[in-house]
């Protein structure tokens, strides 16, 4: 689990983060060792191996954050809200490695109000309002529509009857399907 909020020792080094964190799984000691030295160069972090948290910009410590919470191997990662805060630049650098993992075959649940991070890096998305799942299906099949100032109530007009219901911002649109929500069903043994 990557809480939406960094929550690192910061009086402590980097590598320690690391270290105390895979002892809260028992991991041996020397495995440890390996899977920091991993994780350090998969989050661009080695040479920051002895920094103390505190001082590191806010991408740093995001992607120590998920560093740490890879320390097991996880095969499931639930990431909330993974590049709230950062500048365009850590956003990408940081959704390189989520990309990494997923190649990796890293199961990944995300929460996001970004569609262009969704469409980045998920296979399926479900758009939620009020606690109710309103759309669902591959980014193409969700999609936000964006228009020039001035634009929106005429292009709005045009996309009526498209949705089930459209959603409206100063600058774009978000047509929430009309196509049926598929359910997902826990699979049997048969599957």
């Not at 939406?4 to 009086?11: P, S, V």
């Not at 799984?25 to 899977?35: A, C, S």
């Not at 469409?119 to 936000?144: F, K, N, T, W, Y």
């Amino acid at each position: 689990m990557i809480p939406q909020d960094d929550t690192l020792d910061l009086e402590l080094t980097v590598e320690e983060n690391l270290y105390i964190y895979g002892r809260h799984f028992d991991l041996p000691r020397k495995e440890i060792r390996t899977r920091i030295t991993e994780l350090l160069g998969f989050a661009q972090l080695t040479e920051r191996r002895s920094s103390r948290v505190e001082p590191l910009s806010g991408g740093m410590k995001r992607r120590l954050t998920i560093a740490r919470g890879l320390i097991n191997r996880p095969g499931l990662l639930i990431l909330d809200e993974p590049t709230t805060g950062l500048d365009p630049q850590a956003r990408h650098v940081l959704w390189d490695r989520l990309y990494r993992l997923k190649q990796d075959g890293v199961t990944q649940i995300i929460t996001t109000h970004y569609m262009d991070e969704a469409e980045q890096l998920c296979d399926r998305l479900v758009i939620m309002d009020h606690g109710r799942i309103v759309a669902e299906g591959s980014p193409r099949e969700v999609l936000e529509v964006r228009f020039a100032p001035g634009e929106l109530e005429v292009a709005a007009q045009r996309l009526e009857g498209l949705a089930k219901r459209l959603e409206l911002l100063a600058d774009r649109a978000f047509p929430i399907p009309t196509m049926p929500i598929k359910r997902w069903r826990k699979p049997t043994i048969t599957d």
